[in-house]
C-alpha cells in the first residue's frame, strides 16, 4: 500500500506543493494538503505546526514541508521531538537522509531549485529505505531525547 503523505508549504513554497501534489497523486500516494492555498504571504511556523500535528496523530505517515530555502520550515518543524526532519538538496544526500537518519519530514527549498531537480530529490528518498542498522536506530533514539536546557 502507498504510504500517506501531509504536505504544507508557505506562499514561496506554493508552486512546488501543486506540482508535488500532482506527482504523487499520479503515483497513487494518498496526499493531505494542510495549505496555503494562494500566493498570499504566510508565516511558515504555523504551516509546519500543522505538518508536525498530523505526525503526532499519524506516526506512519510521511510529512513534506516547503518555503523558500527550506531553512525556516526545518527549523519549525525540527522543534517537535517526534520528528525528524530533513532539508532535501542533493540526491546522494536525499537517499541518505532515509537511510541513516529515517527522515520523517522532507523538506524542500521552493525558490533555490527548479521543480525537476527537487522532485529528483523527492524520488531519491522515495526510493531509498531505512538501513535498520542498529547504530542508525540508537542515534535516532537520542534524536528524540526532550531538553530541559
Ligand atoms: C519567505 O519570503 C521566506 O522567508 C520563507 O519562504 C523561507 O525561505 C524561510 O526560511
Redesign the pocket.
Known amino acids: 500500500m502507498k504510504q500517506n503523505i501531509v504536505i504544507g508549504s508557505?506562499?514561496?513554497?506554493f508552486d512546488l506543493k501543486d506540482f508535488f501534489k500532482t506527482y504523487l497523486s499520479n503515483e497513487g500516494f494518498n496526499v493531505n494538503d494542510v495549505g496555503t492555498n494562494s500566493h498570499a504571504s504566510c508565516d511558515?511556523p504555523d504551516i509546519a505546526d500543522k505538518v508536525a500535528e498530523h505526525i503526532r496523530n499519524n506516526p506512519d505517515d510521511l510529512g513534506i514541508l516547503i518555503?523558500?530555502?527550506?531553512?525556516?520550515?526545518s527549523m519549525a518543524v525540527n522543534r517537535y521531538p517526534f520528528i525528524r526532519g530533513a532539508l532535501l538538496y542533493n540526491i546522494d544526500e536525499a537517499k541518505l537522509a532515509r537511510q541513516h537518519n529515517n527522515a520523517n519530514v522532507i523538506v524542500f527549498a521552493g525558490?533555490m531549485f527548479e521543480n525537476k531537480e527537487n522532485l529528483d530529490f523527492l524520488n531519491a528518498f522515495l526510493s531509498a529505505e531505512f538501513s535498520n542498522e542498529e547504530r542508525h536506530k540508537q542515534r535516532i533514539k537520542k534524536l528524540s531525547k526532550q531538553l530541559t536546557k
Open positions: 508557505d506562499h514561496a513554497g511558515y518555503c523558500g530555502t527550506g531553512v525556516g520550515m525558490r
